[in-house]
């Protein structure tokens, strides 16, 4: 029953036999490719074939036209211009919906408020029981949907752009979650922005998206996919970069700031090649995002967010530099005091046991109560009249960057508006109050189980810091800056926009923020100062703490590798044994069914070295963790076993062969054209019963007792990609359902029996070339390598020996450790050892 | 004569002898590493010990308190920091001097034309005499003091942060040269711009200015440099980075837009961490420099450069965009057209032998006779009145961004002097001449064999054309255009940003043209037009043609990797093995000095890989070119020969040892406290005739036939640096100049002998960490690591034998002839035989 082994296999069973290693199996890696590589060619002349074929008839040929066509169209889709556009346009709708859908829900708040107007108590059930019923669906949504959509999804996105996979990260549901709990969570009203879910939210669009693409064509042509995954998986990663710009440009219309600002935050080495790409989709999203605007009459046409007014032939004099920098300084502890105190309020609600399994028990809790008190503190009619509560974050922003003197009288009704929420008692004490509230109520806010962002609530209370800087200056030079012969009058709304730009990045860690509100206000007058500002911001509270998202990475143990600059030169003079793991898991080519069986339930690693034999550990390349699970699944799996039942019935019923499956069977030869070395392939391809016929080939020459061989390869295998394999074994299992199965005792020893069987890895797909690296290299090129080409792991090996590995877990621990490992060097040798820590699955 | 071997050298000879080769040679790198570790260990204890010795007395006691001061101010000014801040200050200033000195010059160029108003022979003399003096001073000053000023120097400041050492491409007279021919060249009027000499001029000081804080460091602690060498390197390149970013920056006063511009032509993968350097020292560089302009009264305060003063309430309306489109198509168009003409005449001028080889010999006629026709074209008296030609640069941006629309009668004097020049004989001709004129004239210009930038020249040729769009548009919709019941006028001012933004842009292949220009014009309020246009410019010229930058790389043919996206998915398909070079040349274990000599005479790479033996070419390490040419020459150098006619003539006079060097030898012991397996260190510190005891010892052990071996290290060694060895060599030979030297019968013979011996690697240091790459590694990944890394070569091994080397030539020609390789994949393992281009040098 077993198949005819073609030439090609029987020639390398000559060559190279079972038992004949070191040497000779490290040329392995070596044919393996040139396996891969025949195969791939093989492939496509096959193609080529049935296309020739096929273009013979002419319905084949109209056929052909429309493939063309259709071709032409997807590709042009699929090219990044149109696909970026696409999405840019897709976010710039999604965030104007969402953006008037929160505008709705505040005004109507606000509405509410005044309509009561009657009746102080019902004002006041009015004012705080909207945002808490609010918070608490957004929190009970995001909770029953998905709770991946929690928080701000900078941070994650920075992980993921980093190379690793989070799980169901960027899936509908999630999207679905983010989008209902991000707009009640900002209808309620609380101090929230939407920077950060844009963020994820523009990811998990992008994800979609190209999947679509990818789907569509994949129903003409799945093959084709199949060649170009690592392309695609490039790509993909490229577009995600591209989408986190998209999401941050929408959600300011700030195409230039939004794409350095979200580089900033996501990326630790950015191709400049990728660079267009954000630009692009931003534009395009900022374009449709203004011209709603206009469509909707807000504004006349395509201009700023936050517009100012600021004079522009003068708009500072060099003496006030000396008060920006005071801002930048106040703002870059303020921005580290932030970090600190959202640090200590999670560290807080964790730490305490019962209050923390309170929490978790009581999920709604937790938001009901921050909510019920946020609001009743900005209760208009009560704390809320002197700290501007009945104003929204919009509202605040524009009187804050506006040109008119809050200590001044008012002269006209437009100033009288803006002028009223600001002086109860006086402007200063109400911006100070103000300033203090915000910050800590935004503090808490951020810790809620809902999606929420930090930069627009942040941006807010560094406006209100730089304006209350304004107008004291403005109160202390009443008359004007005198310089030369000129009086300058001070403008407090400059201040607040350099205020605004140095807290935001003071807690993001970025420059930035001085690009975005230049972009805010339409109005680059600022420069100097703002740049002078957020510089000096971020110096200090870069030395201070984390960034905001970092300190979430840090929170959410999320696996990130820090950056090295903190470790300084230490990193020079550590190197790959010091710290790689000595102790690796590895499956040889001498291992057992029940070896893989021990080493798969034992560790959760994603993907495996692939070794000749444990005592010579010569590394031929890494299998997937998936390959070995079905390459596992392929020898004792029920598929396998009811195939074999189903032999030794047909074998006890006289040999008679299912007559119903065979005659189904086709089999056609290709001979491709025969080229030098390369022997000709030979194609079998069936009808229906093909699925059938491969499985019992396989059972056949196993049950043979055949030894596996290195490069024995089923000419079938070459015609099958991996999703229709595994899709093939779950139909013979169903199509071999009306079997019997064996008795427990039958099934015990006939596992035992096949465990006990070595590996065959013919049907397994494995890398040549892993990433790999000496002992000698140090720490300091270990961490650019990591970062920059995005690795997981990578194994050491000496003279191509496997002799450790090193994953992101240990150089991380190895940076963070940094200082220790100087005193300890002498004896490196001994203490890495001792260090077997487990090999990080990511 | 020999020095005492201590026990650890004696130790490692008796457990590894020369001859025990592959699998334990193989561990020669991990002991060479442990060696190398050990010794840095002793050193620094050495260090320590001589510390403590010399706390001791008071006066040391100060001297520390001293040190420690000093060290503390030099770390400051070491620091990033105040690195940064003091390299934007001083190239604020230099940017400020020049053009300062520019102007004037362009000033007298203009005053000696109207001074000589009555008689047009003379003001013609004058138009064209000043320039072409001018020009042949900056071609015949740059061709005698450094050649390497010619031209932009982006796009080697592009290859230098490669990785690629351009050598005395960063020197002091290069930067003299730059510095003098720029002003002249650029103070003839001249289209020619200084962002790209002031990016070369902004590297050099950085270098130097480093190269100065270490120089004052390393007198005083030169052992610390060398060990954080490696440091140095990559804070070196952060460094030359930022300096490129501040050079733009202080050129255009564009802090933001400098740091991106840099971004854009000179790096591939942008590390984000260093983002933060550019900024600072371009704020500090662009504060200084605004500063300047205010004390020199030019400006009342710190503001934009080329000040516009637009409509803010409605810049454009959303119909315009169409127009802004039209702009950027065709400036995409222009841009690729600029480019290819560009490289046409460079072409030419290299094609024709008779006329290049003209061109060589008499270097002073081409900037001549270029001169000579581009100054007598813009005669104002004569075709130079049809485009402005009496106005310079700085006079045509600010006419051209000016918001009085041309079209119309101008009522004031202001308006009357921005009038004149654009109005004969009307301003749609006067623009369109000017346009086609400026546009061939920069073209060749920028072919000149001066230094001299391309983007302000093309900068205003956009703007010229923006304006001629813009005052067509004003023509056509004379009221305005109509949105709703309000009519809006056209700005023309407004398109020739547009216009100007999309062209360099075009020209440059970069985006952030579009932040530039709003930082010149202190404006963002055609922040979409703007970025429209240069989206569409750069996707045209991006389809079409290179970038200037890289057009000039390939025209020099400087060492740098192309991008890999036209590629495309072929580059998953070629691998290692298809493109190496397999003939690598190498050095072994075995080699004898006579190979060394043939090899370094055959070859110029920097480094050779280091094999046990040419049978098993298993890699052991890296060798630098200088360590070897320094075993060579201290092996058959003229001053071992002294050295061994010296101690030759000894033993002819009786063996008498030359009292008067040996008795100023001083040795010193220092028994460093002993640790677990570490020997005690001897140290050898002699006071004068210290080198001569070093060296002769060397010739000592070597004249009595010992065998090297591997580890047998000349405790001396530990103590010397590289460079201290080299000038050691030398003053040993100065030293020795008072012995005869041998007859040349005698020298040859000797020198023959000395030749057949085996090479000694115990002086020599070998890098046991080089890259490495197996075969089956994918181009695509291949381009991704030697891009992100910076590598110039890695070498292929397989079970760590050498295979074959890899350098940036064979990836460059390898995705240049990308398509070519599909085909011939299956013969790969043939053709790839035969191409045995040598490893490029770098």
Not at 25 to 32: C, D, H, N, S, W
Not at 143 to 161: F, R, Y
Not at 671 to 693: C, F, M, R, W, Y
Request: glycine share 8%; with cysteine; aromatic share 12%.
């Amino acid at each position: 029953m077993a198949l005819q082994p073609d030439k090609r296999q029987l020639g390398y069973e000559q060559t190279l036999m079972y038992g004949r290693y070191t040497r000779e199996l490290g040329q392995y890696a070596k044919r393996e490719a040139q396996r891969l590589r025949d195969e791939q060619e093989r492939r496509r002349q096959l193609e080529d074939d049935l296309l020739k074929y096929e273009e013979r008839t002419y319905w084949h040929r109209s056929k052909a036209n429309f493939r063309w066509f259709r071709d032409w169209v997807f590709t042009k889709i699929g090219e990044d211009w149109i696909f970026l556009s696409l999405l840019g346009i897709i976010m710039a709708l999604l965030s104007f919906a969402m953006d008037y859908t929160i505008a709705k829900f505040q005004t109507a708040h606000v509405e509410l408020f005044r309509m009561l107007s009657y009746s102080a108590g019902l004002q006041f059930l009015a004012w705080v029981g909207f945002p808490v019923v609010f918070m608490v669906f957004s929190a009970g949504f995001v909770h029953l949907v998905s709770a991946n959509a929690i928080g701000s999804g900078i941070p994650e996105m920075k992980t993921i752009l980093r190379g690793v996979v989070l799980k169901e990260y960027l899936n509908f549901r999630t999207l679905v979650s983010k989008i209902v709990g991000l707009s009640t969570s900002l209808g309620s009203g609380l101090p929230l922005g939407k920077e950060g879910p844009f963020v994820h939210i523009a990811s998990i669009v992008s994800t979609m998206l190209s999947k679509m693409i990818i789907t569509f064509k994949g129903i003409f042509e799945d093959k084709r996919m199949y060649y170009s995954k690592g392309q695609n998986e490039s790509r993909n990663s490229e577009m995600l970069a591209a989408a986190c710009a998209i999401g941050v440009a929408c959600n300011f219309a700030a195409p230039i700031g939004g794409v350095l600002f979200s580089i900033e935050v996501t990326s630790t080495y950015f191709a400049v090649r990728n660079y267009w790409r954000g630009f692009f989709g931003s534009v395009c999203g900022a374009f449709v995002f203004r011209l709603l605007a206009v469509w909707n009459k807000e504004e006349e046409t395509i201009t700023a967010l936050f517009k100012t007014n600021f004079r522009i032939d003068f708009p500072f004099d060099v003496q006030e530099l000396v008060a920006f920098s005071f801002i930048g300084v106040v703002c870059g502890l303020g921005g580290s005091l932030f970090v600190y105190l959202h640090r200590r309020i999670v560290d807080f609600n964790r730490s305490h046991k019962r209050w923390s399994n309170f929490l978790i028990k009581n999920r709604l809790i937790y938001p009901l109560v921050v909510s019920l008190v946020i609001s009743s503190i900005t209760f208009p009619l009560g704390l809320g009249q002197f700290m501007a509560g009945e104003l929204t974050q919009k509202q605040q922003i524009n009187e804050l960057f506006s040109n008119y003197t809050l200590g001044n009288e008012p002269e006209d009704v437009n100033q009288e508006n803006i002028y009223k929420p600001w002086h109860r008692p006086n402007v200063f004490v109400t911006l100070a109050v103000f300033i203090v509230m915000q910050f800590w109520m935004t503090a808490v806010s951020v810790t809620l189980p809902v999606p929420a962002g930090v930069f627009i609530p942040v941006f807010t209370i560094g406006a209100a810091f730089g304006r209350l800087v304004g107008e004291c200056m403005a109160a202390w030079f009443k008359e004007g800056i005198r310089n030369g012969d000129t009086l300058n009058k001070v403008i407090p709304g400059g201040y607040a926009v350099v205020g605004a730009a140095a807290l935001s990045g003071s807690v993001t860690h970025t420059i930035s923020t001085s690009v975005i509100v230049f972009e805010l206000t339409g109005q680059i007058t600022h420069i100097l100062p703002v740049m002078i500002a957020v510089l000096i911001a971020n110096a200090i509270s870069q030395l201070l703490t984390p960034s905001f998202y970092d300190s979430i990475i840090q929170i959410k143990k999320l696996p990130y590798l820090p950056d090295i600059s903190h470790a300084g030169s230490k990193t020079f003079n550590i190197y790959v044994e010091d710290i790689m793991v000595r102790n690796v898991k590895f499956i040889s080519w001498l291992s057992t069914y029940a070896d893989l069986q021990i080493l798969l339930d034992d560790s959760m690693l994603q993907s495996f070295p692939l070794v000749d034999a444990p005592e010579s550990m010569v590394l031929l390349g890494s299998v997937q963790r998936v390959e070995l699970e079905y390459m596992l699944d392929s020898q004792i799996g029920r598929a396998r076993r009811l195939l074999v039942v189903k032999e030794r019935n047909q074998i006890e019923d006289g040999g008679g062969s299912p007559a119903k499956d065979k005659e189904k069977v086709t089999v056609v030869e290709f001979h491709a054209g025969s080229k030098d070395n390369v022997q000709q392939p030979t194609a079998v391809i069936t009808a229906n019963g093909q699925e059938l016929q491969d499985l019992s080939d396989l059972a056949g020459s196993s049950q043979m007792g055949e030894e596996p061989t290195i490069d024995s390869v089923f000419t079938y295998d070459a015609q099958t990609t991996e999703i229709p394999k595994r899709r093939k074994s779950q139909y013979v299992a169903r199509a071999l359902e009306k079997f019997d199965d064996m008795t427990p005792e039958e099934q015990r020893e006939w596992e035992a029996e096949q465990l006990a069987k070595q590996l065959n890895f013919t049907d397994c797909h494995v890398d040549p070339a892993p990433f790999q690296l000496v002992e000698r290299t140090s720490l300091h090129k270990i961490h650019s390598m990591f970062s920059l080409l995005g690795l997981n792991h990578a194994y050491v090996t000496t003279l191509g020996r496997l002799v450790g590995v090193l994953a992101l877990k240990e150089i991380r621990i190895a940076i963070e450790k940094g200082a220790t490992y100087r005193g300890s060097r002498a004896r490196s040798g001994l203490s890495s050892n001792t260090m077997d820590s487990e090999v990080s699955s990511s």
